[in-house]
């Protein structure tokens, strides 16, 4: 999974290592002089067939398979991000929606609002991470995830926001970047549970 960074806001190109040379214009990357979320897309066969809403309480378990569908059902780290939810959502940290079809909830998106404090190149403290993306294996590639993505990009242009990221699967990353993503490649990470379960035993 690779990790890919936007940044909106004043039109300006960068070039990434091992990636395309990209506009971050959000409005131009669309192509619609304004933000219009799904009134645009709705001319895709699929989308005029299916509902959109945001999550709520009550979706919590919904959302927490969205982001671990390898997982079984009674594997602790399902309830632990449900139990998380309940509090990103009273305290609007967390933001997603759905796509329903037939009164099934077929596909997902998740936005985490992050007070990463201001940076020279972004006044803005906040910064958002897209996450649990999803769509039902039999609709995929009928523009669904691209619908919410609209929506999610839509929401942090509404919050003032203008960095965004997201790790990408090979399959979701020719859609990222045309929505303006690219490859962010100079961070490092340090988890304590690797760590620990990479220790030899004494």
Known sequence: MGETLLRLGK???????????????????????????????????????????????DDRQTVARHRYPELSEL???????????????????????????????????GLILLNW???KNDPSPLRARVVNVYTAPEIRREGLARSLLTHALEE?????????SLGTSEMGQSLYEEFGFQFYASEMLRSRSKLSASAPEQ
């Open 156 to 164: 942090t242009h509404v919050l003032g926001i203008q960095t965004v």
């Open 11 to 57: 039109s300006h190109t960068q070039e990434a290592p091992g990636s395309l040379q990209v506009c971050t214009q959000f409005s131009s990357l669309l192509g619609l002089q304004r933000f219009e979320t799904l009134s645009v897309l709705l001319a895709c066969p699929m989308l005029s067939s299916v509902s959109f809403r945001p999550i709520t309480q």
């Open 75 to 109: 594997h602790p780290a399902l309830a632990t991000y449900a139990h998380w939810l309940t509090d990103a959502l009273t305290q609007e940290i967390y933001r997603g929606w759905f796509h329903e079809k037939d009164g099934q909830i077929v596909a997902g998106i």
């Open 117 to 119: 404090g201001p940076s």
